[in-house]
């Protein structure tokens, strides 16, 4: 099985966890506030006019059943057929209308500049060519539009002695037993071995991958938590957002 396949079938089977965690987060948000999390991070990059949004690597849903409720056209993307089962479910469930596409984020069946935004979230770290995603992105983006990526340095303590360290000291809050629904987790880490940005300090990696394929306006927003690494405090970066432009 080639790895693309093999994290296709992974998150095939980590559909059903992270549906129950996608209506939990949704049931919890209240769009008329507009002061939760995930909504102040999405709302600087949205037009008051209704925009034609990319949602790549976009699971059950969680970001395009967002957007979709505040009046967005979004088409939901992903490799995994198990996890657009869901965001078609979760549609249904929340009353809204999503465009749903299986295929490869690293090579989009869609034609030049087709869309307003591209989001994306948890995606890049287990892409097998994420600077041939990253261009497929620009492709595909409007002239002057933007992509907004949510990541981390996922699975960098495969590599990274640092964040190793930091690892044994955190509780993994990803792997609860509801989000995991009997699932091993250990073949998601068996496959992060051989992707390439498992061994990358990020968002170092992706500013530099924008800025060689022409991207402009780069901005970088990230999350740090202290760590102790050989008797000595060191910050390492968990999570981050990177947002770029297409000139």
Request: glycine share 6%; proline share 4%.
């Amino acid at each position: 099985m080639s790895a693309l396949e093999s994290i296709r079938s992974y998150w095939n089977s980590r559909a059903l966890g992270y549906s129950c965690k996608t209506r939990k987060d949704l049931e919890a948000l209240d769009l008329d506030a507009g002061e939760e999390s995930w909504l102040k991070r999405l709302l600087p990059h949205l037009d008051k006019k209704r925009m034609r949004i990319l949602d790549v690597g976009a699971g059950p849903g969680f970001f395009s059943l967002l957007l979709a409720r505040l009046g967005h056209e979004v088409t939901a993307f992903d490799y995994a057929e198990d996890m657009l089962a869901r965001a078609a479910e979760n549609a249904r469930r929340y009353n809204v209308s999503l465009t749903l596409r299986q295929g490869d984020a690293q090579n989009l069946p869609f034609a030049d500049e087709s869309f307003d935004l591209i989001v994306s979230r948890n995606l890049t770290w287990n892409m097998e060519q994420p600077a041939q995603g990253y261009a497929e992105w620009l492709r595909v983006l409007k002239c002057g539009a933007e992509l907004v990526n949510f990541d981390g340095n996922h699975y960098r303590y495969l590599f990274s002695p640092l964040y190793a360290e930091e690892k044994l000291r955190l509780d993994d809050t990803a792997h609860t037993p509801q989000m995991m629904q009997g699932v091993d987790p250990s073949r998601m880490e068996a496959i992060a071995w051989n992707l390439p940005l498992s061994r990358e300090d990020r968002p170092e990696w992706d500013v530099q991958t924008l800025e060689r394929l022409g991207a402009v306006d780069i901005r970088v927003s990230e999350e740090k938590q202290s760590a102790r690494y050989m008797g000595q405090d060191r910050e390492i970066v968990t999570a981050f957002c990177v947002a770029a432009r297409r000139a």
